[in-house]
């Protein structure tokens, strides 16, 4: 039971849900979440750790980059069953819609250039 309730958790928080819903588009580093939420660093980072530790999501390094991705399912059969329907859900909801149509101009070369100039 410990298990499912960790998977219920991580996915009850609104933030927690967008990453979901963006990571199904496309694997994504803190840098390009944090700026598609407009929240700090270390929130998003904390939410990752929460939907990693419940096994939702998984992550690389790549070099520099860390990239988060969504699971695949073998860690938890209800974080599987969960992002299965998931994917399906919340599609027409105006914030996720809106965060979607965003994506493809969240690119982490353009955030870390702002960042540094």
């Given at each position: 039971?410990?298990?499912?309730?960790?998977?219920m958790?991580?996915?009850?928080e609104?933030?927690?849900?967008?990453?979901?819903?963006?990571?199904?588009?496309?694997s994504?580093?803190?840098?390009?979440?944090?700026?598609?939420?407009?929240?700090?660093?270390?929130?998003?980072s904390?939410?990752?750790?929460?939907?990693?530790?419940?096994?939702?999501?998984?992550?690389?390094?790549?070099?520099?980059?860390v990239?988060y991705?969504?699971?695949?399912g073998t860690?938890?059969?209800?974080?599987?069953?969960?992002?299965g329907n998931?994917?399906?859900?919340l599609?027409?909801?105006p914030?996720v819609?809106?965060l979607?149509?965003r994506?493809?101009?969240i690119?982490r070369?353009?955030?870390?250039?702002?960042?540094?100039?």
């Amino acid at each position: 039971m410990k298990d499912f309730i960790r998977v219920m958790k991580a996915l009850a928080e609104p933030s927690r849900v967008k990453i979901v819903k963006m990571l199904q588009r496309k694997s994504m580093c803190v840098c390009e979440l944090q700026d598609a939420l407009g929240i700090a660093q270390s929130s998003v980072s904390k939410h990752l750790k929460i939907l990693e530790d419940a096994g939702v999501v998984d992550h690389e390094k790549d070099g520099l980059w860390v990239n988060y991705y969504l699971a695949d399912g073998t860690r938890s059969p209800y974080a599987s069953t969960l992002l299965g329907n998931l994917r399906h859900w919340l599609e027409e909801d105006p914030e996720v819609r809106e965060l979607v149509e965003r994506l493809p101009g969240i690119r982490r070369e353009d955030i870390c250039c702002k960042r540094v100039a």
